[in-house]
């Protein structure tokens, strides 16, 4: 090891380093700062003084193990799909683990993946590293590199 500079203790330092336990920032913090929308869209970034029940959701719903599952019977454009993804956005850079998303059929598919879900992912820095190549994209399937 000394012929390439590194000393046993800057190894085992290193190596403690890369395994360490990730602690997740709280999505409520996190989203404010990191999410953004694409510029056609109303909002430009996620704001929970917009939409003050998508705080509760988070808090009462995501952020409870004991909870599993969460039904959301809003009325139409109070958040729901940005919440979603504003969700997947901050699994993927600070939570990264398996994901799934069901659509009731592929035509609401594929229009929410190309006109929602990529353009918004692109344009959260923290996501956008790590999203395939336009060429490598698929039209059904979002893969993220890290989960």
């Known amino acids: 090891m000394k012929d390439y500079g590194v000393t046993k203790d800057a190894l ?48 009462r719903g995501w952020l409870n193990p004991a909870i599993r599952k969460m039904n959301l019977q809003w009325a139409t454009r109070l958040m729901k799909t940005s919440t ?34 990529y353009p918004m992912f692109e344009a959260t820095r923290p996501v956008r590293k790590q999203l395939p190549p336009d060429h490598k994209r698929n039209k059904r399937v979002v893969r993220f590199a890290d989960c």
């Open 84 to 117: 979603l993804l504003s969700l997947i956005c901050w699994v993927a850079a600070e939570a990264p683990a398996p994901m799934v998303v069901l659509f009731g059929d592929r035509m609401v598919l594929t229009n929410t993946v190309s006109e929602q879900m």
């Open 12 to 59: 085992r330092l290193s190596v403690a380093h890369a395994f360490r336990k990730r602690v997740p920032m709280n999505p409520l913090q996190w989203m404010p700062w990191h999410v953004r929308f694409p510029e056609s869209w109303e909002a430009t970034a996620f704001d929970f003084d917009m939409a003050p029940h998508v705080r509760g959701v988070i808090e």
